[in-house]
Every structure is written in C-alpha cells, then in structure tokens.
C-alpha cells in the first residue's frame, strides 16, 4: 500500500470516519510487512505514556478504542489475528509519533518518514563468548559442545543446556588461579560463580574471577553485567569497576561500565551495596542508581529507572529520552556494526524493541520517532538527516 493511502486511512481513524473495508486493507498491508513484532514492541510503552490521566472516564474510553481496534469482528476475516495486532500497533504508533516529536525534538514541524536504505541487513547477537583459563587456553563457548569444558585441578567446568556456564569444586591452589569470560560485540553470556552466585554478561564486556573464594570474594569487571550474589555474611562480594569498588553481602543490582559513555551506572534492584570511588562512600537501597563521571569525583545517587537499567538483560532496547548517539552505540554494540553520522542530529528517543530482531527492524522503527535517515552496507550504519 502507498504511503500516502495508509496515512488518509490514519487520519479517517482518527476523526472516526474510517470504514470497516478502509481498515481491513492496511490489517492487509501491516500482515506483509516485516518486523511486524518490532513494531508491537514499541508501541508498548507509547501506549502506556499516552493514555489520559484527565479522569477515569476519558481512560475507559482511550482503552475501548483499543481494545475495539485489535478485537477480531464476528463475522469471518481473512487476516490473522496477530496481523490486527500489529496493524494496532502501526496506528497506535503514528498516533504518538507526532506527540513525542514536539517532546523530544528541537524543531517545530514535522517532516516526511525517512527511509531505510540497506544492500545487507545484519542479525541481532546471541550466546557469544571466549573462556579463557588460568593457563592462557582459551574455550570458544560459541561452538563447544555442552558437559565439562576444562578441568583445573579439582575444579570442574561445565557448558550447560541452557548455555550458561558452571563450576564445580576447588582446590588449594584455585585462590590464585584465575579465569576471565570475555564477551565480544553482539554477544551476551552468563555463569554461575563457584559461590553460587549468577552473573549475565552483555555484549564488549568481561569478568575476571578465581576459580575459588578466599575470605572475600572479589571479581574484575569491564562493560555491563547484571548480578545475582549469594548471600555469605563472612565474606562480602566485592566488584572491581573502571576506578571503583561495589561491596555487597547479598544482592541483586546491574552495572553499566563501558569507557566509551563516560560514565559508571550502578542501579540496586535488591538487597544492600555500598559504592566506593576515591574516598567517597553512598549506600545505595533497593530502585537507587549510582552514577560515577569519569571527570568527577562525587557519587551522585538517584531512583532508578529499572525497566531501563535491566532492558538489556531482558533482550531489549529500552530508549526513555535517549540522546540519538548514545542509542546507536548500544546498536554498535549488539550488532557489531560500525555507527558514523553524516549530519549533526538533536535527537532523543522513546520506545523499547526486542533485541531479536535485525537492525534494520529497529532502524525502521527509529524513522518514526524524528528526522533520522538510515542506510546500511555490510557493517556499517550511516545516520543522517
């Protein structure tokens, strides 16, 4: 369907004169669509942004109209249901689009959808990692088989079913031995430390940890993780990050550490953990996020956003008035592409996507929140106006 059919349907929708014949056409246009899923995805968090908050009533009746939009009609229709779906979510989504461009954009009118121009699209990551071992080998987890990997010593290492990592045992020695897990660019892995506690791994990251604890437990980290520390009264868990320690008992919190965004993002989701940075202390509770600039010398805590802090933990993209330079870094990095601009852009984000799709699912859903033009060759992403 061209563009400018499916828009005067749009617009008949929202004055409420669009016929049932009008609507069936773009449920038919959306089903051959692709991404169709991405699509839903954002418009998630648009809906729940947009619905009225004057009173109940205008509420009730926001909701109606959706639930009438995606509610299959008595009679038959040969359209899928997950079709009506994501025709729900192409219409809820332009309805916002606008909204959110005078929000979060510095200019004062709207422009034409961009298109994505691509001669190859690229994959979303997955379970991708290198082991390395106290004596140098190293284990690509991408391709080892599941079942014991490596001994040292008496320490067993495992691959399990579900691709996570395991160790079992210990040895006099395994204080001083070390391993590290490193993650490349559009990979993500998890482990489970011989104290018991669990770790997940996003993409450019690693940690290094000895195969057995002492009276402290202690590992490096570089990049982002989310953890799950067992709880051991007699020995703290304590994170080594960029200049910084975090000392916890036990907890559940992410740590978002790269050096290309210039910043340490500690975020509590549970539990108690003290920060330490060059002589400062904070004590962070349970939805509190630390923040550390590379050029300061101060700690400032702040609620935190979790859904946003742990989007990526649950495979997705989580944009809440994200800097356009700071989303497409995080691209760079699940997808292992290369981002260059060609235009100096002002742009800020809004939307959240499954990190399972292909970039250009997620490009093509970035077009519909500004001014953005994409193109794609091999793996390298040009954003321009």
Not at 244 to 256: D, H, I
Not at 312 to 340: C, G, S
Not at 374 to 379: A, L, N, T
Request: glycine fraction near 6%; charged fraction near 20%; include cysteine.
């Amino acid at each position: 369907m061209p563009e400018a059919d499916w828009k005067h349907i749009v617009d008949k929708y929202l004055n409420n004169t669009c016929t049932r014949e009008e609507l069936q056409q773009l449920l038919r246009w959306v089903n051959e669509e692709p991404d169709n899923e991405a699509l839903v995805s954002l418009l998630r968090i648009r809906w729940e942004q947009q619905q009225p908050v004057a009173g109940e009533e205008d509420a009730n009746h926001w909701n109606q109209r959706f639930d009438a939009l995606i509610t299959p009609q008595p009679r038959r229709m040969l359209i899928s249901k997950r079709a009506i779906l994501a025709a729900a979510a192409t219409i809820l989504l332009l309805l916002t689009t606008s909204l959110a461009y005078y929000l979060y954009t510095s200019h004062t009118s709207i422009v034409a959808t961009p298109a994505i121009v691509h001669t190859q699209d690229v994959p979303p990551g997955g379970n991708r990692a290198m082991l390395t071992l106290a004596d140098g080998t190293q284990i690509s987890l991408d391709s080892a088989a599941n079942g014991v990997l490596a001994t040292q010593g008496s320490t067993s290492i495992s691959k399990k079913q579900n691709g996570q990592i395991a160790y079992n045992g210990t040895n006099a020695n395994a204080l001083h031995q070390f391993n590290t897990l490193s993650i490349p660019k559009a990979g993500k892995y998890s482990l489970v430390l011989p104290d018991g506690s669990k770790i997940w791994l996003n993409s450019a990251s690693s940690l290094r940890y000895p195969l057995a604890f002492g009276k402290e437990r202690r590992v490096r980290l570089t990049g982002e993780a989310y953890f799950e520390i067992a709880t051991d009264a007699k020995r703290p868990f304590i994170v080594e990050v960029n200049s910084s320690e975090l000392q916890v008992l036990g907890t559940a919190f992410n740590v978002m550490a790269y050096t290309e965004e210039g910043q340490t993002k500690t975020t509590l989701v549970d539990g108690s953990l003290a920060v330490n940075y060059q002589g400062s202390r904070s004590l962070l509770k349970p939805g509190q996020q630390a923040t550390i600039t590379t050029d300061s010398k101060d700690i400032t805590v702040a609620t935190a956003d979790l859904e946003e802090a742990l989007a990526w933990k649950n495979d997705r993209f989580y944009f809440n008035n994200t800097d356009i330079r700071t989303a497409m870094r995080q691209l760079e990095r699940w997808y292992d592409v290369d981002v260059t601009f060609r235009d100096t852009l002002n742009m800020r984000l809004n939307g959240t996507v499954s990190r399972t799709v292909s970039i250009s699912g997620v490009l093509k859903l970035l077009t519909l929140t500004g001014e953005a033009n994409f193109s794609i060759q091999g793996k390298t992403v040009t954003v321009g106006k």
